[in-house]
């Protein structure tokens, strides 16, 4: 049965992270359990862009060393590494903190500039992958993510951190490739089942919730959860959310096809009860996710329930950020006329909703606008 440990620490002072990071890993039978010494095992913190700490979209510094620091009395040679959706990993680490914690501590950066082909022969989606030379070289992988809402997604955590570990852009060439949530989710599972890590540390002691992965709102949820299973994992967070797990296309998913156990019934729950770290107004979109790989009439209706990206004008700072990640040919949001000191505009036509602008825009600029039609579907089935 698949085994999920769940600490309260309520703030990030490297005292309290160690002993709750302690507590979790003990009641899963220690770091030993998971890393060999001499092993040479890879900490993968989420480090989506360059962001303070206390915005929430990176893995926090004192997670991400108290990890290091009980991996390293475990006599594993360690390293560290992520490629962001945008800018480089070592801008990304130094501005969350992180470079300074693994400079600290002689752990050196992975090389998450260059892919190495990866064949996967038991994916049910993918087969093959290019996945970062650092990945490919380490003997095994920590992932230490962050817990926060996702636009296409829903929710990034356990399942989700180990998509930063394709390299640079090719990560837009798999949402042009693939445009629908659940092969997408299909996708992702493949490349975790491939990657394999031995841990899964979601840092919830502050979250994000709203217009994440980048541009949300900070919450405090307390809690730091720790498993070698990313569905359980995923889905005890998803209780903590208060959202149902079916709702999430990597956990349904996942527990459906046999990559993890889904069914909280069927966990067993270690350390402080989820229910205690509850928070029933958590925002997150709890509306099903409507089609979007779809043709003729279906198209038609999934265009009219799928959520679109918006840009504020006040908050664009016209930076040209969002069309240079757009993965779509021609591109679905462009400057008005090839007039860059105008706000970009979109081709809703062509857009093929991955929310790639969203998730990287620094400004938080461009939100994701339910049409009516969802927004009927949220008040005739409660959710919101």
């Excluded at 890879?42 to 510094?61: F, G, M, R, S, Y």
């Excluded at 490629?83 to 130094?94: D, N, Q, R, T």
């Excluded at 046999?258 to 979109?285: A, C, E, H, V, W």
Aim: charged share 25%; net charge positive.
């Amino acid at each position: 049965m698949s085994r999920v440990a769940v600490v309260r620490c309520d703030d990030y002072s490297d005292d309290n992270v160690f002993r709750a990071m302690e507590t979790a890993l003990g009641l899963l039978g220690g770091m030993e359990t998971f890393i060999k010494a001499g092993e040479k095992i890879l900490l993968k913190p989420n480090l989506l862009a360059p962001a303070l700490p206390e915005k929430c979209v990176t893995t926090h510094p004192a997670v991400f060393k108290a990890a290091a620091k009980i991996a390293q009395s475990a006599k594993a040679e360690l390293s560290y590494g992520d490629s962001p959706g945008f800018s480089s990993m070592e801008a990304a680490a130094k501005k969350s903190g992180i470079y300074n914690e693994a400079a600290a501590l002689s752990i050196p950066a992975a090389d998450f500039t260059n892919g190495v082909k990866a064949h996967y022969q038991d994916g049910k989606q993918n087969k093959l992958f290019v996945i970062a030379k650092g990945v490919a070289d380490c003997d095994g992988l920590i992932s230490i993510c962050k817990l926060k809402t996702h636009g296409f997604q829903k929710y990034t955590g356990a399942l989700k951190n180990q998509f930063g570990c394709v390299p640079g852009m090719l990560k837009g060439e798999f949402h042009v490739k693939i445009p629908d949530t659940d092969d997408f989710a299909r996708m992702l599972l493949d490349l975790n089942a491939l990657i394999n890590p031995r841990l899964y540390i979601i840092d919830g002691i502050m979250a994000m919730e709203g217009n994440g992965p980048n541009g949300g709102d900070p919450v405090k949820l307390g809690a730091l959860i720790v498993s070698d299973d990313p569905i359980a994992a995923d889905s005890v967070a998803c209780r903590i959310m208060n959202i149902d797990p079916r709702l999430i296309p990597t956990v349904r998913l996942g527990g459906e096809l046999g990559y993890g156990q889904s069914d909280i019934s069927n966990i067993t729950l270690l350390g402080d009860n989820p229910d205690l770290f509850i928070r029933s107004s958590f925002k997150i979109d709890r509306t099903p996710l409507g089609p979007v790989k779809a043709k003729g009439v279906m198209k038609f209706v999934g265009n009219r329930i799928v959520p679109k990206p918006v840009i504020d004008k006040k908050r664009c700072l016209k930076c040209g950020v969002c069309i240079r990640m757009c993965p779509a040919n021609p591109k679905a949001i462009d400057w008005p006329n090839g007039n860059t000191k105008e706000i970009p505009v979109y081709n809703y036509g062509i857009c093929i909703k991955c929310y790639c602008c969203q998730e990287i825009c620094s400004e938080h600029a461009i939100k994701l606008e339910k049409p009516l039609a969802r927004k009927l579907i949220g008040k005739v089935s409660g959710k919101n």
